[in-house]
């Protein structure tokens, strides 16, 4: 089998003429439109089988389709070879190639491996992995905020580029990044190990970042290989995790082909858990100023009122359902917005519940069902099970019922895949009011991980199949 390479070429490079050049089982060729070069290939001949791409079909509502890419180790061989001919070539031309975002293409080099051959080329797109479904609601406010101090533009540009790197697999840049946020904001110009630790360890927001994040890559360690995270313990002080990232960065901020220990550009999967901890330890500061920004009340109303003015409104309706005889409540509620997605729904369910709760009337509210007022359309429906119909309107146990399971389908890219974590729940009686308390804190477990989480459907359960509760959104809601 044959394997290409293929690097994007992003500046303008002009090449008269090109013709494939052979050297052992690697090939060198162009890819022009006229005389302007576009892409810079390198194929590897004589590729056993065994790293062709495969496709496992998904058996129906078991499992989803799979598809196994198997070409990583020679994009770095070819990323290596484009480097070394890039250094040769730069003092007579500049070749800008695009190492972060490569074509796979797979070749069969024989009848027999034709079969084998299922998928014929793939490329890799690192934007991607930066998206997060925002709706306009955000993006719009952030434009209506009040200016910000441009020193934290500039540390979060050092934030942002951290992030395009660690997506494009530069897991050395994107920690140098991530730290140049740190040093920015908190350093104070200081580049002595003693003095930035010193430093650091003052800042309290930093610190509690730094800590929850290392509880949380901790735990995911010991479950699963996968988030296998060996650059901090549990027993270190918190001046002594931030002295391991500073020690850290000084390794990968120098470069010296005299030392033994220096790191190798070819090999940045090494230091991806340690750019994926501090980016999160960063992430968690910005998302924080994010937020503040997005949700001041001055700014939300500001769009709010360009909304309404210019007809970009949603009127919905909720209907709650008692188990008392006593008037339901029917809220009519408005959002800035026309576009009805799943965090739209999510926020108008929360947004009744505490209307429900502010009434008086959670303690025995058991369903509540929104509709769009200009389409008549479902929008969700939120339900408990029917143990809340019972006479003790509760679920008992014999034993003591030491957690609640959310299990969530949340929707990345056009595909819906499920999550499951765990609530803890004391005692062996669990009533209508806790479950809608549980229901918030399983929600704002979800957003405080990630708030542009798009929940589609949700369930809490009482061991593997007692439903307790369900939520879904319409057929309407897309996204």
């Not at 290939?41 to 129906?60: K, Q, W």
């Not at 079969?115 to 992995?129: A, H, L, N, Y």
């Not at 609601?137 to 200016?147: H, K, P, S």
């Not at 499920?418 to 549980?438: C, D, M, T």
Request: hydrophobic share 35%; net charge neutral; with cysteine.
């Amino acid at each position: 089998m044959r394997i290409t390479v293929a690097f994007d070429v992003k500046n303008h490079v002009n090449v008269m003429e090109s013709w494939p050049l052979k050297r052992g089982d690697r090939t060198f060729f162009l890819e022009r439109e006229g005389d302007t070069l576009k892409k810079v290939c390198i194929s590897f001949s004589n590729v056993g089988i065994e790293y062709a791409p495969s496709l496992v079909p998904g058996d129906g509502d078991k499992s989803a389709a799979h598809i196994t890419i198997n070409g990583g180790i020679f994009a770095s061989m070819a990323r290596q070879s484009a480097m070394n001919w890039q250094a040769v070539l730069s003092g007579l031309q500049i070749v800008d190639l695009d190492f972060d975002n490569y074509e796979l293409i797979f070749a069969a080099e024989s009848l027999e491996e034709e079969p084998r051959v299922q998928i014929r080329s793939f490329k890799t797109d690192s934007s991607k992995s930066l998206n997060s479904p925002c709706d306009y609601e955000q993006i719009g406010r952030a434009f209506l905020t009040n200016l910000i101090p441009d020193e934290r533009i500039e540390s979060t540009s050092h934030f942002r580029e951290g992030r395009i790197a660690s997506g494009a697999g530069r897991y050395v840049d994107a920690y140098n990044n991530m730290f140049l946020f740190l040093e920015t904001r908190y350093c104070d110009g200081k580049t002595k190990t003693d003095q930035q630790v010193e430093l650091l360890s003052k800042e309290r927001l930093f610190c509690d970042a730094l800590e929850s994040t290392s509880t949380e890559f901790l735990k995911r360690s010991k479950t699963s290989s996968r988030d296998k995270f060996e650059l901090l313990t549990a027993d270190q002080s918190t001046r002594e995790k931030i002295k391991v990232l500073v020690l850290l960065r000084g390794k990968l901020r120098h470069h010296s082909l005299k030392s033994p220990h220096r790191w190798d550009p070819n090999k940045q999967e090494e230091y991806e858990s340690a750019a994926r901890f501090i980016g999160a330890v960063v992430g968690d500061i910005v998302l924080k100023e994010s937020l503040g920004d997005i949700y001041e009340p001055t700014t939300m109303e500001r769009f709010r009122q360009l909304a309404v003015s210019n007809g970009y409104e949603s009127k919905i309706t909720v209907k709650t359902h008692r188990l008392e005889t006593r008037p339901t409540i029917a809220l009519d509620m408005s959002y800035p917005t026309t576009l009805l997605s799943s965090s739209l729904c999510l926020a108008v369910a929360m947004h009744a519940l505490e209307e429900c709760d502010r009434q008086g009337q959670l303690a025995d509210t058991v369903k509540l069902k929104a509709t769009d007022s200009r389409s008549d359309l479902e929008l969700f429906t939120l339900e408990l099970g029917v143990w809340a119909y019972t006479k003790d309107r509760a679920v008992e146990s014999s034993g003591p019922l030491t957690a609640i399971r959310c299990s969530f389908e949340h929707e990345i890219e056009g595909l819906v895949t499920r999550n499951e974590f765990s609530v803890p729940l004391p005692g062996n009686r669990i009533s209508i009011l806790e479950v809608w308390r549980r229901l918030k804190a399983s929600i704002d477990h979800i957003q405080n991980r990630n708030p542009t989480t798009r929940i589609m459907a949700l369930r809490l359960l009482l061991g593997s199949s007692n439903t307790i509760l369900t939520y879904r959104v319409g057929v309407q809601v897309k996204h």
